[in-house]
């Protein structure tokens, strides 16, 4: 029996695509598309995705497992055209205990909380949390603007049934609270196959309210971050928005009305009434000390109103250009007046418009560089700059990645941080977990073999 015979004995003839519609899991968020997977194979269930996954392993075929394919760091694509194993239809809810939830991997991040009791949410929430899935949050670590009160979703995940390449399907993590599946956060699919996720609810906070500082300078508003914390406020959210993010969602459908202004901070704060008022006090204190003016929501309406600019920053891109890199550095909070200052200058070097969204309360930068795609110099200075931004940002005392994940876009950057020591460290590490390399091949670490192509040589390289 051929492979695509055997795979499709296991999940039915429509379930593997060879036609032209494989080619659009050849691309993610990212901006360089990997080769056209030799087929995609979308098992229904746990017992369907072992059988895959088996199959795959006993021919030693490569391949690349996938969730929704929203990775902004192109973790997803298959580099050589290898097999593509989609999980999207593991969706289901597998059972709700306590504060406890178990689902299977291919279940939109949106949809754990719509199935949890109304006292309890799930706390990780990257922006992409209506399509992006629990396996790939899992294999990226991903967090959203919650990060800086709830932590990423490391600290969410309670334990993980996972398949490794020697065909052992093994359940680790979630025996106590010191025992975690750890290995398997952040791996982006280079050590095993999330089967099931036993995820932690949190109960939901009695009081929300929203507030909004307006900035004349990065600076100042660099500033207010600092002073929030050192007036003893955690904020639920603390998210800033420069010049250029404000024009492109000003002129976007997501217009919200923001002032014209230098940056913009939203902040979300949460708890009982009398600390929330509290730390609104000193939260206002913190921004006027730093030369801000500042809003705060008075109902629930205005709160959706200011946010919904911010979470429509991204998309919102699209009104200013046609495509654009998402940068994600994670720096130091004290360190974010200058370190914004040095991508404004590097922006000015290489003539391109970086617009600033990001979550300020954990200095996770995410610098968004439009570009053309017609034109091959203009992709050239992007990429060029963004590999400035990341050095810029990780010899400020930064890491190379805040939450998309290392992938293929940052494995030039991995040098920056990591000793050759430590990067031999990681390769035994993948030794240990994939001796044949048959898992997402090529990415996070550069591993014999792995040449960077075409726009990726320009990331890794400086070429
Ligand atoms: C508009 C937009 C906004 C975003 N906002 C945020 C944000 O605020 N915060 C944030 O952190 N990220 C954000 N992202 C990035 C992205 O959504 C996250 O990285 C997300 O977790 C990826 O999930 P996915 O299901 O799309 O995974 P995919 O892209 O399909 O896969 C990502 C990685 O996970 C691996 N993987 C997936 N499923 C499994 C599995 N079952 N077992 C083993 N490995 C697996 C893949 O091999 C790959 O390495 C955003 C993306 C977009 C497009």
């Known amino acids: 029996m051929s492979l695509l015979q055997e795979l499709r004995s296991v999940v039915g003839e429509q379930w593997v695509i060879t036609t032209e519609e494989r080619r659009l899991y050849s691309l993610d968020g990212f901006t360089v598309a990997g080769r056209d997977p030799e087929a995609v194979v979308l098992p229904e269930n746990e017992e369907e995705a072992v059988k895959v996954v088996k199959t795959l392993l006993m021919r030693g075929e490569p391949f690349v497992v996938r969730g929704t394919g929203t990775s902004l760091s192109g973790a997803s694509i298959p580099i050589n055209g290898e097999v593509v194993v989609s999980m999207s239809r593991l969706n289901r809810v597998l059972s709700l205990e306590g504060m406890e939830i178990t689902v299977g991997p291919g279940i939109a991040n949106i949809m754990v909380t719509k199935n949890a009791p109304p006292d309890v949410f799930y706390a990780p929430d990257p922006s992409?949390?209506?399509?992006?899935?629990?396996?790939?949050?899992?294999?990226?670590?991903?967090?959203?603007?919650?990060?800086?009160k709830y932590g990423p979703t490391f600290n969410h995940v309670v334990g993980l049934r996972v398949m490794l390449t020697n065909g052992e399907v093994i359940d680790v993590g979630g025996r106590s609270v010191?025992?975690?599946?750890?290995i398997f956060v952040g791996a982006e699919g280079t050590l095993g196959v999330v089967l099931r996720a036993r995820l932690r609810l949190t109960p939901r906070p009695a009081t929300t309210l929203t507030l909004m500082g307006t900035f004349d300078s990065l600076r100042d508003a660099g500033q207010a971050v600092i002073n929030t914390y050192q007036r003893g406020v955690v904020p639920a959210a603390m998210e800033m928005m420069d010049r250029n993010s404000i024009e492109a969602v000003e002129r976007s459908k997501f217009k919200t009305g923001y002032p014209r202004a230098e940056a913009i901070i939203l902040v979300e704060l949460d708890g009982y009434g009398a600390q929330v008022e509290e730390e609104i006090r000193r939260t206002e204190a913190?921004?006027?000390?730093?030369?801000?003016?500042?809003?705060?929501?008075?109902?629930?309406?205005?709160?959706?109103?200011?946010?919904?600019?911010?979470?429509?920053?991204?998309?919102?891109?699209?009104a200013v250009s046609p495509a654009y890199l998402t940068?994600?550095?994670?720096?130091?909070?004290t360190k974010l007046p200058e370190v914004l200052e040095q991508i404004s200058k590097i922006s000015e070097r290489y003539s391109v418009k970086v617009a600033n969204v990001f979550h300020a309360g954990d200095g996770n930068l995410h610098p968004l560089v439009p570009y053309d795609p017609q034109d091959p110099e203009n992709l050239r200075r992007?990429?060029?700059?963004?590999?400035?931004?990341?050095k810029v940002a990780v010899e400020s005392g930064g890491v190379p990645s805040g939450e998309h994940g290392i992938g293929v876009e940052k494995i030039g950057f991995m040098g920056f941080y990591y000793s050759e020591e430590d990067l031999e460290a990681m390769r035994r590490v993948k030794k240990v977990?994939?001796?044949?390399?048959?898992?997402?091949?090529?990415?996070?670490?550069r591993l014999e073999g792995c040449e960077p192509v075409g726009q990726l040589r320009t990331l890794w390289e400086g070429d």
């Not at 809003?295 to 946010?307: F, G, H, P, V």
């Open 382 to 390: 992007a990429l060029h700059a963004a590999r400035e931004i990341a």
């Open 178 to 182: 010191m025992d975690d599946a750890g």
């Open 128 to 148: 992409s949390y209506s399509v992006s899935s629990i396996g790939g949050n899992v294999s990226h670590d991903s967090g959203g603007i919650h990060v800086v």
């Open 433 to 445: 977990f994939d001796r044949s390399r048959i898992l997402n091949k090529c990415k996070m670490l």
């Open 327 to 333: 940068l994600d550095n994670n720096i130091l909070i």
């Open 286 to 318: 913190a921004f006027n000390e730093a030369g801000g003016r500042v809003i705060t929501a008075r109902s629930q309406e205005e709160a959706d109103k200011l946010w919904r600019g911010r979470k429509g920053a991204f998309p919102a891109m699209g």
